[in-house]
């Protein structure tokens, strides 16, 4: 705000007046302009020789309150000059920079002008960073020298500064293409602006007001200015050069493209998987596109735009844009000979990318940086990092059927299936051999005493069951291929969907019960594959052997027929009744196992209360009357097996009485009855076989119907949905009320709040008034009634929310620590490194506890390993490792002594995040910028500390009874 005394006394006599939007050159270092009113838009605009001007390049804008300077001419060695275009109705008033320099002796007059000049220098800083400051700066002390030494940064996170080089030297921004900081030079910082030490050195800070009053302060200003717009207009060469590169590139891309297309149609066996991508991709991009092409999976880049090299991961950066889960192999001994899948992997030397796709009898390496494409032998192996990649196909985002599923496990299982099919067709045929040997033996062998026929017999006998054994150990191992393969697709399927699902899907299932239904996936997988398919497989394959009872005796065929309706028929009745108990007994499973894991995980509670005895009484009710169920399934179970087991007999004796009373004059011969009782042998073995399969298929069906919330709940994550961008931390509630169901009293009514960045806020009020639902809603957990939430300016709605949350830092109430060691439990798989979770754990207050501990970071951890506070400051370091730009604590600090929040509350103030925090404990929020109290879901009061105390209202009331 405007001190508009002090302007008056600046402008006096300044002859202030709208301005025109003619641009405004600004040059001359003893002149100055200043802002009363209005907008000034800052242009960079190239000279050259003859005098001719280029486009206009821009450099940033300054608002009302801010000042104009002139440049000198020679800060731009006259190749560029900086303009000022103005808004309608701007106001400025034309200064000399004596008059300011005069008016530096009233305290209020500097003051007024520091804050002028902080928005030039501001404007003109802007423009030159690329990236978030880094995470940790040196501490310093006003009008103090501060060592650096070499790397050490420094950043103000607040208000503007000016750092005097005193020793050594510095890098603006750490960018080493711009000029380097040499002793006594002045340059200003603030919060996203910073210098690194390039060798040891000091700097002294001092407040802009302070630089005023200095001796030299219009010199120090003038070289300021002409060391910025010099970093801008060599930002701008740089820019132009990465510019024409891109055109070379361009260029390059479409020779690229002309010349394979010349080799595809100079070619005969069609492309190969490296001429299908797109030239324009980076090599790693590529890299992971080929295999895609082999895995079904597509792969994009990530949104931001940023290349490989500017990516701090970015392998993790494609992964998280395609929505592909991936994890890291060790490839070891002569890995190249067996079948991993496909992999990307790194040449060790100069970490380019590369794909190796699984060929016959080894693999094949597709160089994607080179464009070259060879077959892995041991010299080429060693010449890759130890480590690859193996990427997992996630379903699709819809509702899946069981056919669905099986279809997309099959993936990749093509050649072993046909294999399976044709080993099947073989050994069906070979399995003719034994009825039709067994005729011709009693027929004509044995009658003529043909002993020569008789051995012709027993090779044939013995090769074919040689042969049919082969077949079946063939079939056998390829079926273990495919289980294998759709096991592990499968199965890592589930778990993506499962972590995809939204979270109120999770809210009706116990942890229990819904590891129940997703195991049964993989049981239905199990059901449908290894013995029962290879049942149904060999009754698909014993049509051969009907074939020979039709060959026989037609007659003597249909009655073969009509037994083995009798056993479908008595298969498919119990079953029935069978899958009626499954049913329930699927369903108490799951209610047993949830039970089981939540008094397993309060062991202590219920020693602390004395309930072991009711807790085993829940227990050993639900578990009788799983016994119960399983006893009567099981006792249908065992009635089909008794029949299968009592009615080959009972066959066999229908076959026999047919003969023997019903063929009349179509009598067989000795032996083309013995063959026609042959293969019907094998054909009701088969069958039989197949009836048992069934029942296995049908118990899938209570299996699926508990997998298929999972299975047709739509995951939270839509491909259609915007990507936020880099989140700078405001957020905008607009009228959001919210209830759990349509019928359900309403928990948020009507709640409007607009948060800025950085702001700090708390909401506090009694239990039950609607906080964590309110930060539920803030983090897509839920789904406002009616309103919208904002980020940034964006409506929530149509933004990926998973891209949202991977910017936030977030503590809930009911939060916990992971199994692992420390180090792990605070940067999870983000990529980050130890000095960064160091830093964590030191702005949590964690840092000497850690180091107190056997093995420091790498110290294992479980739930019960730690105190309240301490687990509560690891989750706080989870939370803020990756320097998050908004900050959600839900009763994150309840456990913490006043001295311990103390250093969490200045090292999160250090971050400048936007901080939402939810708490009980007054004096956790008492530094708030705002506190917004919440009763029965309605917004009460909202201000600070000291404003809610003296309205003497529900805060008032809350604080009240603390402080007692």
């Not at 010449?383 to 985002?397: C, E, I, N, W």
């Not at 063959?675 to 299996?703: D, E, H, R, W």
Request: hydrophobic share 45%; glycine share 10%; with cysteine.
């Amino acid at each position: 705000m405007l001190n508009k005394t002090v302007i008056e006394k600046i402008t006096a006599d300044s002859g202030g007046a709208p301005v025109s939007e003619k641009p405004l050159l600004l040059q001359g270092a003893a002149n100055t302009w200043l802002i009363e009113s209005g907008k000034v838009d800052l242009f960079l605009v190239d000279v050259d020789a003859q005098g001719a001007e280029g486009a206009r390049i821009p450099v940033g804008r300054v608002e009302a309150g801010g000042i104009l300077f002139g440049i000198d001419p020679a800060a731009l060695q006259g190749q560029a000059k900086l303009v000022a275009v103005t808004v309608p109705g701007t106001i400025l008033h034309a200064l000399g920079m004596d008059r300011l320099v005069g008016l530096l002796d009233d305290d209020a007059a500097c003051l007024e002008l520091a804050s002028m000049v902080d928005k030039w220098f501001v404007a003109l800083s802007l423009s030159l960073v690329r990236e978030r400051p880094p995470k940790v700066s040196v501490e310093y002390t006003l009008g103090r020298p501060t060592v650096l030494n070499a790397g050490d940064v420094l950043n103000p996170r607040g208000t503007v500064v000016w750092a005097e080089q005193v020793k050594g030297a510095s890098k603006f921004l750490s960018s080493t293409s711009n000029p380097a900081l040499e002793a006594g030079q002045f340059i200003p910082l603030f919060g996203d602006s910073w210098i690194e030490a390039a060798d040891k050195g000091s700097v002294t800070v001092i407040e802009t007001s302070s630089l005023l009053r200095l001796g030299g302060a219009v010199n120090a200003i003038t070289k300021v200015n002409g060391f910025l717009l010099q970093c801008v207009r060599m930002d701008l060469d740089r820019s132009n050069d990465a510019e024409r590169r891109r055109l070379e590139q361009k260029l390059s891309n479409d020779e690229k493209v002309v010349d394979k297309s010349v080799r595809l149609l100079a070619g005969v066996s069609g492309k190969s998987l490296i001429d299908e991508l797109p030239v324009s991709g980076s090599a790693l991009l590529n890299a992971c596109n080929i295999v895609g092409r082999v895995s079904d999976l597509v792969f994009v880049p990530h949104p931001d735009g940023k290349s490989d090299a500017e990516q701090r991961d970015p392998l993790g950066s494609i992964a998280k844009a395609s929505r592909v889960r991936y994890r890291q192999i060790a490839l070891k001994g002569q890995w190249w000979k067996r079948d991993h899948g496909p992999l990307l992997v790194y040449f060790e030397k100069d970490k380019r990318p590369a794909a190796l796709i699984p060929r016959r009898g080894g693999y094949e390496i597709h160089d994607t940086a080179l464009g070259t494409v060879a077959l892995v032998t041991e010299e080429i192996a060693e010449q890759l990092s130890p480590f690859g990649f193996v990427f997992y196909r996630p379903f699709k985002d819809k509702a899946l059927s069981v056919l669905e599923i099986m279809r997309f496990g099959s993936h990749g299982c093509h050649d072993d299936l046909f294999l399976v099919v044709l080993m099947g067709i073989a050994g069906g045929i070979l399995g003719m051999i034994t009825p039709m040997a067994t005729g011709m033996l009693f027929d004509t062998v044995i009658p003529g005493a043909e002993k020569s026929q008789l051995m012709q017999l027993t090779i044939a006998l013995v090769g074919g069951a040689i042969g049919a054994s082969m077949f079946e150990f063939t079939r056998s191992v390829a079926m273990l291929r495919i289980e294998g393969r759709m096991d592990l697709s499968i199965q890592a399927a589930v778990w993506d969907r499962l972590l995809a699902l939204p979270v109120p899907f999770f809210r009706d299932f116990t942890a229990g019960d819904l590891a129940m239904r997703a195991n049964g996936i993989t049981t239905i997988r199990q059901a449908l594959s290894g013995t029962t398919m290879n049942a149904i497989l060999g009754a698909v394959f014993s049509i051969f052997n009907l074939g020979l009872l039709f060959y026989y005796s037609w007659f003597l065929a249909l009655v073969a027929i009509g037994l083995m309706l009798v056993v479908l028929l008595m298969t498919i009745t119990t079953s029935l009744f069978k899958l009626r108990y499954e049913r329930q007994l699927a369903e108490v499973d799951g209610k047993v196992s949830g039970l089981l894991l939540q008094l397993l995980s309060s062991v202590a509670k219920l020693r602390t209360t004395g309930s072991e005895g009711r807790a085993f009484g829940m227990w050993a009710k639900e578990f009788s009357r799983h016994r119960a169920l399983t006893f009567k399934a099981e006792s249908i179970g065992n009635i089909l097996e008794t029949f299968n087991a009592v009615f080959p007999l009972v066959s066999s004796l229908v076959i026999f009485m047919t003969v023997a009373f019903f063929l009349g004059d179509k009598k067989l011969s000795t032996g083309e009855f013995l063959a026609f009782n042959s293969a019907f042998v094998s054909f009701l073995v088969a069958m039989l076989s197949m009836t048992g399969a069934l029942v296995t298929v049908l118990q899938i069906v209570p299996l699926y119907e508990r997998a298929k919330p999972i299975l047709q709940t739509m995951p939270e994550v839509d491909v259609a949905k915007a990507d936020p961008g880099r989140l700078q931390g405001s957020i905008e509630i607009n009228h959001v009320t919210f209830s759990y169901k349509p019928d359900s009293p309403a928990i948020l009514r009507d709640v409007t709040l607009n948060i800025k960045a950085g702001q700090f806020v708390a909401i506090v009020g009694p239990s039950g008034s609607g906080k964590s639902t309110l930060l539920r809603c803030l983090l897509g957990f839920e789904s406002p009634t009616s309103g919208s939430i904002y980020y940034d300016g964006q409506d929530m709605s149509v933004l990926d929310i998973t891209a949202i949350r991977r910017q936030l830092g977030v503590v809930l109430q009911n939060g916990q620590i992971l199994p692992g060691d420390i180090f792990k439990n605070i940067v999870g798989s983000s990529g980050l490194t130890i000095d960064d979770a160091w830093e964590a754990a030191r702005m949590c207050g964690l840092e000497q506890d850690i180091k107190d501990m056997p093995m420091g970071m790498h110290t294992v951890v479980m739930g019960g390993g730690l105190s309240g506070g301490q687990q509560q400051r690891l989750l706080i370091a989870r939370s803020i490792v990756h320097r998050p730009r908004i900050i959600y604590f839900d009763e994150a600090t309840s456990a913490l002594d006043n001295k311990t929040q103390a250093v969490v509350s200045q090292s999160l103030e250090q971050l400048e995040a936007t901080r939402i925090v939810i708490a009980h404990r007054l004096s956790t929020v008492k530094n708030a910028d705002l506190i917004v109290v919440l009763d029965a879901g309605v917004i009460k009061e909202q201000g600070t500390y000291e404003e809610l105390m003296q309205n003497d209202g529900l805060f008032a009331q809350l604080a009240k009874r603390q402080i007692a």
